[in-house]
């Protein structure tokens, strides 16, 4: 039988010299992005996570795409990544984290009320933690607002504000501590995703592939990505069996309250999500045997304080 016309589009090869055409040779698939929530894989790790409940608009997702890339140039971040929405009553905060070469080190956090016009917020102080501990309640949408200090105090303090005045604490404040107790509670990589280089400073894994199916379906195969705690309580018998470049962080498994993750498979089994039931709203996924990984909040910033009455 004779061969199609060549055109572009066309399924055959042309082989040098008698002109005659043979089907084209099938092209190897296109490797899929790392899915970090960083600016290139944006669209496509929001779908992976859209099982939680938390969408965002096609509209919102092109804004952010556009604004994340002019972020990282406009700031010079080596990455910058989607950390997730905070729903207020007015309106939602969108934050951004910034990263540098250390991927452990500090982060810039920024937010955004529209997705185009992003500020900076101050980093993270004790001070900050303290003082907005007994703040209640849902988020207004509003970075001005102030709470009154004394919402959270007993009478007695109540009575010292009254004769020294009554400090106010402004809404940016209190997003500040609730990204930074967030990112310090359910904050997690899959193990052996990051190194620690002997020198300190921890960059991705470059022989990472992925967690096994069986692997990924254990909580001790995920690290909080945050100065470990429980890590450093360890003697060096229970040390033994640790590879110290990978293994320099805490593990979910001895996390408190117990059960306050739940592990599901999604996609026909293919993807591993984990949600935190103690900050209704984190999700991260894995696709085990690949290098995809990432989390995202989206939630109302409220901690579930119930959680272990409930369990």
Not at 172 to 182: F, G, H
Request: glycine share 8%; hydrophobic share 35%; net charge neutral.
């Amino acid at each position: 039988s004779t061969p199609p016309p060549s055109s572009d589009a066309s399924p055959w090869r042309r082989l040098p010299g008698n002109g005659t055409r043979l089907p084209a040779q099938p092209q190897p698939a296109r490797p899929l992005p790392p899915a970090a929530m960083d600016a290139e894989s944006l669209p496509y790790a929001l779908d992976l996570v859209a099982g939680g409940g938390g969408r965002l608009s096609s509209e919102k997702k092109a804004a952010l795409r556009a604004s994340l890339l002019l972020l990282r140039r406009d700031y010079r971040f080596e990455l910058v990544r989607f950390w997730g929405r905070i729903q207020g009553i007015r309106g939602p905060y969108y934050i951004a984290e910034g990263l540098g070469a250390d991927r452990a080190g500090p982060r810039s956090r920024l937010y955004s009320l529209n997705c185009v016009e992003w500020s900076l917020l101050p980093p993270a102080t004790e001070e900050m933690i303290t003082q907005t501990a007994g703040l209640k309640g849902r988020f207004q949408g509003d970075p001005s607002y102030e709470y009154d200090s004394t919402e959270k105090k007993g009478e007695e303090n109540e009575r010292i504000y009254e004769e020294e005045g009554v400090p106010m604490i402004k809404e940016e404040i209190r997003l500040v501590a609730t990204i930074d107790q967030i990112d310090k509670a359910v904050g997690i990589i899959p193990r052996s995703a990051f190194v620690k280089t002997p020198l300190g400073p921890v960059h991705e894994n470059r022989n990472f592939e992925g967690l096994s199916l069986t692997e990924a379906k254990k909580l001790n195969s995920y690290f909080h990505f945050t100065e470990p705690v429980n890590l450093k309580n360890r003697t060096l018998l229970q040390k033994a069996d640790l590879d110290p470049s990978i293994d320099f962080l805490d593990s979910l498994e001895h996390d408190i309250p117990k059960g306050s993750w739940s592990i599901q498979l999604e996609r026909g089994g293919s993807m591993v999500v984990l949600r935190s039931l103690l900050w209704p709203g984190l999700t991260f996924y894995h696709i085990p045997m690949t290098k995809q990984h990432g989390y995202i909040y989206l939630g109302t910033g409220e901690k579930n304080i119930d959680l272990p009455f409930m369990l």
